[in-house]
């Protein structure tokens, strides 16, 4: 309907034009809860701040790859509210990034996240905040999962309850030798909440998702590539003698899907997101608004022109 609304206002607009308005349109649907579903995004926001510590830092590049840093060490990066709040500011801003193409997720100081601050989840453990902070950390962690940047999870030290959920919101996964993925929820009475069951299901299948919940299974490196939660094991640059850090690990292996012009990068992602979340028709629609919109552009002219040979 929203939709109908956007073609109406721009009744004489060509077909480029539309295949815009819709792209926006789906971006702006990026969100699992809005008003419609009870969602008041302002009051959570409002009582997520009162459990400030820790920040979600955002670095750029120009390389096209940004890190997002977990940034709480003195709580193994545990999720303050206020940390919540930053995730989804830091997604808007990459959200409106036209030259990036990749993102690395890692925690600070050598670990990546132990969850939500157990201090915050203790002071709203009501019923109602915990539905409403569950549906504030599903809309970012889709949002981010949703970026038009490829993404990848560097998961160093241990990623336990909403620390591993968040590996989940990431395209790929990889792991330092030593390093541990843990969904820890059963152990806390909990299931994910964050969208990282749904996510873990479709990662591995429903058996191993199962196995991974219902055990609160410790998943290391050699777990994960076996299960395919897992894409990639860096060398822990401590113990081994000459091994690069684990960033640059990180940013050498994601620089072979980042490799090229931005907006096919982008692209990229696009119609493999569309092919994830969408029933086939829309998906094939949504495919071909998207090789719209690299057709004809200068990546693919300067291609033709170069009379580029694929061997
Ligand atoms: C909805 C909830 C669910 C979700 O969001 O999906 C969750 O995420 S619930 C949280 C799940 N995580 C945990 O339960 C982690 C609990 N912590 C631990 O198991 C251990 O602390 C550790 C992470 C394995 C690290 O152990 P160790 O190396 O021995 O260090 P310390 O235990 O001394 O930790 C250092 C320091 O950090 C504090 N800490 C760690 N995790 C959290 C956390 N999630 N929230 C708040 N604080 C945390 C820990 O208390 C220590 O602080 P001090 O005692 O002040 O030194």
Same mark, same amino acid.
């Given at each position: 309907m929203v939709?109908?609304?956007?073609?109406?206002?721009?009744?004489r607009?060509?077909?480029?034009?539309r $295949?815009?308005?819709?792209l926006?349109?789906?971006?702006?649907?990026?969100c699992?809860?809005?008003?419609?579903?009870g969602f008041n995004?302002?009051?959570?926001k409002?009582?997520l701040?009162?459990f400030h +510590?820790?920040?979600?830092?955002?670095?750029?590049q120009?390389s096209g790859i940004?890190?997002l $840093?977990?940034?709480n =060490?003195?709580?193994?990066?545990?999720?303050s509210g206020?940390m919540?709040i930053?995730l989804e500011?830091?997604?808007s801003q990459?959200e409106?990034w036209p030259?990036?193409?990749?993102?690395?997720?890692?925690?600070?100081?050598?670990t990546?996240?132990?969850?939500?601050?157990?201090?915050?989840?203790r002071?709203?453990?009501n019923?109602?905040d +915990?539905?409403?902070m569950c549906?504030f950390?599903q809309?970012a962690?889709?949002r981010?999962?949703?970026?038009?940047?490829i993404s990848?999870?560097?998961?160093e +030290?241990r990623?336990?309850?909403?620390g591993?959920?968040? $590996?989940t919101a990431?395209?790929?996964r990889?792991m330092?030798? +030593?390093s541990v993925?843990?969904?820890?929820?059963k152990?806390?009475?909990?299931? =994910?909440g964050?969208g990282g069951a749904?996510?873990?299901v479709h990662?591995?299948?429903?058996q191993n998702?199962?196995?991974?919940l219902?055990g609160?299974v410790k998943?290391?490196?050699?777990?994960g590539v076996?299960?395919g939660l897992?894409d990639g094991?860096?060398e822990?640059?401590?113990? $081994?003698e000459?091994?690069?850090?684990?960033?640059?690990?990180?940013?050498?292996?994601?620089?072979?899907y980042?490799?090229?012009?931005?907006?096919?990068?982008?692209?990229v992602?696009?119609?493999v997101?569309s092919g994830?979340?969408l =029933?086939?028709?829309?998906?094939?629609?949504?495919?071909?608004?998207?090789f719209?919109t690299?057709?004809?552009? =200068?990546?693919n002219?300067?291609?033709?022109?170069?009379?580029s040979?694929?061997?």
């Open positions: 939709l109908c609304a956007l073609r109406q206002q721009v009744p607009c060509s077909s480029h034009c $295949t815009w308005a819709r926006l349109q789906r971006q702006r649907s990026s699992v809860y809005s008003s419609i579903h995004q302002d009051e959570i409002e009582k701040q009162a +510590g820790g920040s979600i830092d955002l670095l750029k120009d940004a890190v $840093t977990i940034n =060490p003195s709580r193994m990066n545990a999720f206020s919540m930053d500011e830091r997604v990459l409106n030259e990036g193409k990749g993102l690395i997720v890692q925690g600070a100081a050598e990546f996240c132990s969850g939500s601050d157990l201090n915050a989840v002071a709203i453990s019923q109602q +915990g539905m409403k549906m950390m809309n962690l889709t981010l999962l949703r970026l038009p940047l990848v999870a560097l998961v +030290g990623a336990l309850g909403g591993a959920e968040l $590996t990431c395209d790929f990889l330092e030798a +030593g993925i843990q969904f820890v929820h152990h806390m009475g909990l299931v =994910p964050w749904g996510r873990l990662l591995v299948g429903s998702a199962l196995k991974l219902g609160a998943v290391d490196p050699e777990l076996n299960i897992v094991v860096l822990g640059h401590q113990k $081994t000459g091994a690069a850090p684990l960033l640059q690990q990180a940013e050498n292996w994601l620089s072979r980042t490799k090229g012009p931005a907006p096919v990068i982008q692209a992602k696009k119609v997101l994830r979340e =029933p086939l028709p829309e998906a094939l629609r949504t495919e071909k608004d998207i719209g690299v057709w004809g552009a =200068p990546a002219l300067e291609a033709l022109a170069s009379k040979k694929h061997k």
